[in-house]
Protein backbone atom coordinates (compact mmCIF):
# COMPACT_ATOMS: atom_id res chain seq x y z
CA UNK A 1 0.00 0.00 0.00
CA UNK A 2 1.07 3.63 -0.72
CA UNK A 3 3.00 5.05 2.20
CA UNK A 4 0.81 8.11 3.74
CA UNK A 5 4.56 10.10 3.04
CA UNK A 6 3.83 10.15 -0.94
CA UNK A 7 -0.18 9.91 -0.19
CA UNK A 8 -1.48 11.56 -3.85
CA UNK A 9 -4.73 12.16 -3.88
CA UNK A 10 -7.60 13.80 -7.38
CA UNK A 11 -10.12 15.51 -5.70
CA UNK A 12 -9.28 18.41 -8.01
CA UNK A 13 -7.71 18.60 -11.44
CA UNK A 14 -5.22 21.34 -9.56
CA UNK A 15 -4.17 18.34 -7.60
CA UNK A 16 -1.85 17.40 -10.29
CA UNK A 17 0.87 20.06 -12.19
CA UNK A 18 1.44 19.98 -16.05
CA UNK A 19 3.93 16.77 -16.15
CA UNK A 20 2.00 14.71 -14.05
CA UNK A 21 -1.35 15.37 -16.41
CA UNK A 22 1.35 15.13 -19.16
CA UNK A 23 2.54 11.72 -17.43
CA UNK A 24 -0.98 10.34 -17.01
CA UNK A 25 -1.66 11.10 -20.59
CA UNK A 26 1.21 9.34 -21.53
CA UNK A 27 0.00 6.37 -19.78
CA UNK A 28 -2.93 6.43 -20.94
CA UNK A 29 -2.03 6.41 -24.59
CA UNK A 30 -0.14 3.70 -23.72
CA UNK A 31 -1.94 1.51 -22.27
CA UNK A 32 -4.81 2.32 -24.86
CA UNK A 33 -2.57 1.18 -27.53
CA UNK A 34 -1.70 -1.65 -25.73
CA UNK A 35 -5.67 -2.88 -25.08
CA UNK A 36 -6.39 -1.93 -28.79
CA UNK A 37 -3.96 -5.15 -29.92
CA UNK A 38 -5.54 -7.02 -27.33
CA UNK A 39 -3.19 -7.03 -24.86
CA UNK A 40 -3.25 -6.47 -21.12
CA UNK A 41 -1.09 -5.92 -18.40
CA UNK A 42 -0.24 -7.83 -14.64
CA UNK A 43 0.96 -3.99 -13.71
CA UNK A 44 -1.85 -3.57 -10.82
CA UNK A 45 -1.95 -7.64 -10.02
CA UNK A 46 -3.27 -7.74 -6.29
CA UNK A 47 -3.80 -4.01 -6.23
CA UNK A 48 -7.88 -3.29 -5.02
CA UNK A 49 -10.23 -0.17 -5.46
CA UNK A 50 -13.03 0.63 -3.46
CA UNK A 51 -15.54 2.57 -4.97
CA UNK A 52 -18.13 4.78 -3.33
CA UNK A 53 -21.27 6.02 -4.77
CA UNK A 54 -23.64 7.83 -3.43
CA UNK A 55 -25.38 9.00 -6.49
CA UNK A 56 -26.10 7.01 -9.46
CA UNK A 57 -23.19 6.21 -12.00
CA UNK A 58 -22.77 3.98 -15.36
CA UNK A 59 -19.54 5.32 -16.81
CA UNK A 60 -17.46 5.70 -14.32
CA UNK A 61 -18.43 2.82 -12.13
CA UNK A 62 -17.69 0.28 -15.53
CA UNK A 63 -14.40 2.74 -16.42
CA UNK A 64 -12.72 2.63 -13.05
CA UNK A 65 -13.34 -1.41 -12.22
CA UNK A 66 -12.52 -2.06 -16.15
CA UNK A 67 -9.21 -0.41 -15.70
CA UNK A 68 -8.41 -2.29 -12.54
CA UNK A 69 -9.59 -5.80 -13.95
CA UNK A 70 -7.22 -5.06 -17.33
CA UNK A 71 -4.17 -4.36 -15.34
CA UNK A 72 -4.61 -7.41 -13.39
CA UNK A 73 -6.26 -5.96 -9.87
CA UNK A 74 -9.68 -5.90 -8.42
CA UNK A 75 -11.88 -3.42 -7.84
CA UNK A 76 -15.29 -3.54 -5.34
CA UNK A 77 -18.11 -0.66 -5.29
CA UNK A 78 -20.51 -0.17 -2.67
CA UNK A 79 -23.61 2.29 -2.50
CA UNK A 80 -23.32 5.41 0.10
CA UNK A 81 -26.30 4.19 1.56
CA UNK A 82 -25.19 0.87 2.41
CA UNK A 83 -22.01 2.67 4.31
CA UNK A 84 -24.48 5.30 5.71
CA UNK A 85 -21.40 7.64 5.68
CA UNK A 86 -21.09 10.21 7.65
CA UNK A 87 -24.73 8.84 9.40
CA UNK A 88 -24.20 4.68 10.42
CA UNK A 89 -20.49 5.72 10.36
CA UNK A 90 -17.98 8.41 10.44
CA UNK A 91 -16.48 9.88 7.40
CA UNK A 92 -12.84 9.64 9.33
CA UNK A 93 -13.43 5.82 10.23
CA UNK A 94 -14.81 4.81 6.54
CA UNK A 95 -11.59 6.13 5.21
CA UNK A 96 -9.41 5.26 7.91
CA UNK A 97 -10.85 1.20 7.65
CA UNK A 98 -11.26 1.46 4.26
CA UNK A 99 -7.33 2.15 3.91
CA UNK A 100 -6.51 -0.63 5.77
CA UNK A 101 -8.16 -2.71 3.01
CA UNK A 102 -7.86 -1.23 -0.34
CA UNK A 103 -4.76 0.46 -2.35
CA UNK A 104 -6.90 3.23 -3.58
CA UNK A 105 -10.50 4.60 -3.15
CA UNK A 106 -13.12 6.09 -5.86
CA UNK A 107 -15.89 8.26 -4.22
CA UNK A 108 -18.93 10.19 -6.03
CA UNK A 109 -20.18 12.24 -3.53
CA UNK A 110 -23.01 14.45 -3.12
CA UNK A 111 -20.81 17.37 -0.84
CA UNK A 112 -17.84 17.99 -2.47
CA UNK A 113 -16.50 18.56 1.43
CA UNK A 114 -17.25 14.76 2.14
CA UNK A 115 -14.22 13.78 -0.81
CA UNK A 116 -12.29 16.30 1.16
CA UNK A 117 -13.07 14.91 4.12
CA UNK A 118 -12.07 11.10 2.81
CA UNK A 119 -9.28 12.50 1.42
CA UNK A 120 -8.16 14.06 4.61
CA UNK A 121 -8.23 10.93 6.41
CA UNK A 122 -7.38 8.21 3.93
CA UNK A 123 -4.18 6.61 3.97
CA UNK A 124 -4.28 5.46 0.33
CA UNK A 125 -5.36 8.34 -2.55
CA UNK A 126 -8.26 8.98 -2.84
CA UNK A 127 -9.80 9.82 -6.16
CA UNK A 128 -13.04 11.83 -6.65
CA UNK A 129 -15.33 10.22 -9.11
CA UNK A 130 -18.01 13.33 -8.74
CA UNK A 131 -18.94 15.92 -6.55
CA UNK A 132 -21.56 18.28 -6.81
CA UNK A 133 -18.55 20.93 -7.09
CA UNK A 134 -16.20 19.08 -9.88
CA UNK A 135 -15.71 16.54 -11.95
CA UNK A 136 -11.59 15.74 -11.96
CA UNK A 137 -11.78 12.63 -14.12
CA UNK A 138 -14.31 13.67 -16.54
CA UNK A 139 -12.26 17.02 -17.42
CA UNK A 140 -9.19 14.77 -17.32
CA UNK A 141 -10.37 12.46 -19.69
CA UNK A 142 -11.87 15.19 -21.93
CA UNK A 143 -8.95 16.86 -22.36
CA UNK A 144 -6.71 14.07 -23.65
CA UNK A 145 -9.53 13.12 -26.11
CA UNK A 146 -9.56 16.85 -27.31
CA UNK A 147 -5.88 16.55 -27.76
CA UNK A 148 -6.25 13.15 -29.77
CA UNK A 149 -8.56 14.92 -31.68
CA UNK A 150 -7.15 18.40 -32.56
CA UNK A 151 -3.44 16.98 -32.43
CA UNK A 152 -2.41 20.30 -29.94
CA UNK A 153 -4.39 22.18 -27.54
CA UNK A 154 -2.63 25.54 -27.93
CA UNK A 155 -5.43 28.47 -28.85
CA UNK A 156 -8.18 25.59 -28.74
CA UNK A 157 -11.65 26.78 -27.79
CA UNK A 158 -13.43 25.10 -25.84
CA UNK A 159 -17.34 26.49 -25.60
CA UNK A 160 -19.46 25.28 -22.75
CA UNK A 161 -23.26 25.59 -23.30
CA UNK A 162 -25.71 25.17 -20.43
CA UNK A 163 -25.42 25.10 -16.69
CA UNK A 164 -21.79 26.47 -14.60
CA UNK A 165 -21.94 22.69 -12.86
CA UNK A 166 -19.39 20.48 -12.00
CA UNK A 167 -18.41 19.39 -15.60
CA UNK A 168 -17.98 23.00 -16.83
CA UNK A 169 -15.66 23.94 -13.68
CA UNK A 170 -13.73 21.24 -13.97
CA UNK A 171 -13.24 21.87 -17.88
CA UNK A 172 -12.55 25.65 -16.44
CA UNK A 173 -9.65 24.49 -14.00
CA UNK A 174 -7.96 22.39 -16.87
CA UNK A 175 -8.65 23.79 -19.88
CA UNK A 176 -6.21 27.10 -19.58
CA UNK A 177 -3.30 24.97 -18.34
CA UNK A 178 -3.05 23.54 -21.71
CA UNK A 179 -3.30 27.33 -23.83
CA UNK A 180 -6.97 26.43 -24.43
CA UNK A 181 -10.05 29.20 -24.21
CA UNK A 182 -12.85 28.64 -22.21
CA UNK A 183 -16.17 30.03 -22.65
CA UNK A 184 -19.04 29.30 -20.74
CA UNK A 185 -22.95 30.60 -22.18
CA UNK A 186 -25.08 30.32 -19.86
CA UNK A 187 -28.16 31.63 -18.88
CA UNK A 188 -28.36 34.85 -16.12
CA UNK A 189 -27.67 33.38 -12.32
CA UNK A 190 -25.87 29.67 -13.49
CA UNK A 191 -22.82 31.35 -14.71
CA UNK A 192 -19.41 30.85 -12.46
CA UNK A 193 -19.53 32.87 -9.27
CA UNK A 194 -17.07 35.53 -8.37
CA UNK A 195 -15.26 33.15 -5.79
CA UNK A 196 -14.90 30.72 -8.25
CA UNK A 197 -13.09 33.06 -10.31
CA UNK A 198 -11.21 34.39 -8.01
CA UNK A 199 -10.28 30.99 -6.48
CA UNK A 200 -9.27 29.52 -10.26
CA UNK A 201 -7.11 32.31 -11.26
CA UNK A 202 -5.17 32.05 -7.51
CA UNK A 203 -4.59 28.84 -7.88
CA UNK A 204 -3.55 28.88 -11.75
CA UNK A 205 -1.13 31.46 -11.03
CA UNK A 206 -2.44 33.39 -14.17
CA UNK A 207 -5.20 34.85 -15.39
CA UNK A 208 -6.96 32.16 -17.54
CA UNK A 209 -8.60 33.42 -20.62
CA UNK A 210 -11.80 32.62 -19.67
CA UNK A 211 -15.52 34.19 -20.80
CA UNK A 212 -18.93 34.89 -20.12
CA UNK A 213 -21.75 34.59 -22.65
CA UNK A 214 -24.95 34.76 -22.30
CA UNK A 215 -26.44 34.36 -26.28
CA UNK A 216 -25.05 31.00 -27.39
CA UNK A 217 -24.95 31.75 -30.80
CA UNK A 218 -22.80 34.64 -30.79
CA UNK A 219 -20.82 32.00 -28.10
CA UNK A 220 -19.86 29.03 -30.66
CA UNK A 221 -19.15 31.47 -33.61
CA UNK A 222 -14.88 30.45 -32.99
CA UNK A 223 -15.65 27.49 -31.01
CA UNK A 224 -13.11 24.27 -31.70
CA UNK A 225 -15.36 22.34 -29.61
CA UNK A 226 -19.11 22.56 -28.33
CA UNK A 227 -19.27 20.82 -25.13
CA UNK A 228 -22.46 20.32 -23.52
CA UNK A 229 -24.33 18.42 -20.19
CA UNK A 230 -27.84 18.10 -18.49
CA UNK A 231 -29.30 21.00 -17.33
CA UNK A 232 -30.24 19.57 -13.55
CA UNK A 233 -27.34 18.01 -12.39
CA UNK A 234 -28.05 14.53 -10.17
CA UNK A 235 -29.02 16.08 -6.39
CA UNK A 236 -31.03 18.81 -8.68
CA UNK A 237 -34.11 17.15 -9.86
CA UNK A 238 -36.65 19.27 -8.14
CA UNK A 239 -34.98 22.34 -10.13
CA UNK A 240 -35.58 20.10 -13.62
CA UNK A 241 -38.93 21.71 -14.83
CA UNK A 242 -38.40 25.29 -14.19
CA UNK A 243 -34.60 24.38 -15.59
CA UNK A 244 -35.71 23.13 -18.86
CA UNK A 245 -37.44 26.22 -19.79
CA UNK A 246 -34.98 28.55 -18.70
CA UNK A 247 -32.40 26.51 -20.71
CA UNK A 248 -34.22 25.53 -23.88
CA UNK A 249 -32.41 28.30 -26.04
CA UNK A 250 -29.05 26.55 -24.96
CA UNK A 251 -30.08 23.27 -26.78
CA UNK A 252 -27.21 22.20 -28.82
CA UNK A 253 -29.06 21.12 -32.26
CA UNK A 254 -28.42 21.74 -35.54
CA UNK A 255 -29.54 25.30 -36.08
CA UNK A 256 -27.13 26.48 -32.98
CA UNK A 257 -24.17 24.03 -34.94
CA UNK A 258 -24.72 26.38 -37.99
CA UNK A 259 -23.37 29.16 -35.75
CA UNK A 260 -20.20 27.20 -34.92
CA UNK A 261 -17.08 26.79 -37.54
CA UNK A 262 -17.63 23.75 -39.77
CA UNK A 263 -15.91 21.04 -38.14
CA UNK A 264 -16.39 22.14 -34.82
CA UNK A 265 -16.67 18.88 -32.36
CA UNK A 266 -19.42 18.15 -29.74
CA UNK A 267 -18.61 16.94 -26.59
CA UNK A 268 -21.21 15.15 -23.67
CA UNK A 269 -20.09 13.79 -20.43
CA UNK A 270 -23.20 11.66 -20.76
CA UNK A 271 -25.69 10.32 -19.41
CA UNK A 272 -27.71 13.22 -22.08
CA UNK A 273 -31.10 13.52 -22.36
CA UNK A 274 -31.75 13.82 -25.80
CA UNK A 275 -34.56 16.28 -26.55
CA UNK A 276 -33.33 18.61 -23.71
CA UNK A 277 -29.75 19.86 -23.46
CA UNK A 278 -28.96 18.30 -26.80
CA UNK A 279 -31.05 16.92 -30.02
CA UNK A 280 -30.51 13.29 -31.24
CA UNK A 281 -29.36 14.60 -35.20
CA UNK A 282 -26.24 16.34 -32.90
CA UNK A 283 -25.32 13.55 -30.74
CA UNK A 284 -25.78 11.22 -33.66
CA UNK A 285 -23.99 13.01 -36.08
CA UNK A 286 -20.34 13.46 -37.33
CA UNK A 287 -19.45 16.13 -34.99
CA UNK A 288 -20.27 14.19 -32.35
CA UNK A 289 -17.26 12.39 -30.23
CA UNK A 290 -19.26 11.78 -27.10
CA UNK A 291 -18.19 7.39 -27.51
CA UNK A 292 -14.81 8.04 -28.07
CA UNK A 293 -14.95 10.66 -25.35
CA UNK A 294 -16.90 8.09 -22.94
CA UNK A 295 -13.89 5.26 -23.74
CA UNK A 296 -11.37 7.31 -22.87
CA UNK A 297 -12.20 7.64 -19.27
CA UNK A 298 -11.10 4.02 -19.06
CA UNK A 299 -8.11 4.84 -20.09
CA UNK A 300 -7.14 8.12 -18.75
CA UNK A 301 -8.20 6.94 -15.02
CA UNK A 302 -6.38 3.69 -15.77
CA UNK A 303 -3.16 6.49 -16.18
CA UNK A 304 -4.57 7.80 -13.32
CA UNK A 305 -4.36 5.18 -11.03
CA UNK A 306 -0.82 3.96 -12.40
CA UNK A 307 0.24 7.61 -11.58
CA UNK A 308 -1.55 7.49 -7.45
CA UNK A 309 -0.32 3.79 -7.46
CA UNK A 310 3.45 4.51 -7.97
CA UNK A 311 3.20 2.29 -11.18
CA UNK A 312 6.45 2.82 -13.58
CA UNK A 313 5.93 0.30 -15.98
CA UNK A 314 2.65 -0.99 -17.88
N1 LIG B 1 -19.93 10.93 -17.23
C1 LIG B 1 -20.12 10.20 -16.10
O1 LIG B 1 -19.46 10.39 -15.07
O2 LIG B 1 -21.06 9.23 -16.24
P1 LIG B 1 -21.70 8.36 -15.06
O3 LIG B 1 -22.51 9.29 -14.22
O4 LIG B 1 -22.51 7.31 -15.75
O5 LIG B 1 -20.57 7.77 -14.24
N1 LIG C 1 -23.41 17.40 -14.20
C1 LIG C 1 -23.83 16.01 -14.18
C2 LIG C 1 -22.72 15.15 -14.67
C3 LIG C 1 -23.02 13.67 -14.71
C4 LIG C 1 -21.86 12.85 -15.14
C5 LIG C 1 -24.29 15.62 -12.79
O1 LIG C 1 -23.62 15.99 -11.82
O2 LIG C 1 -25.33 14.98 -12.68
Not at 20 to 48: C, D, F, I, P, S
Not at 269 to 288: K, T, V, W, Y
Request: hydrophobic share 40%.
Amino acid sequence: MTGKRNLRHFVTVADLNDDEVGRVYQTAAETKAHVKKGLHTNALAGRTLGMIFEKPSMRTRMSFETAMVQAGGHAIDIRGEEIGLGKRESVKDVALVMSRYVDAIVARTFAHRRIEALARYAEVPVVNGLSDYAHPCQALADVFTIREKLGSLDGVHLVFVGDGNNVARSLAMLCPRFGMKFTLAAPKGYEFDTAFHEKLAKTLGFDPDIRAARDPRQAVREAHVVYTDVWASMGQESEAEKRKQLFRPYQVNGELMRNAPHGALVMHCLPAHRGDEISDEIIDGDQSIVYDQAENRLHVQKGLLFFLLGVEEI
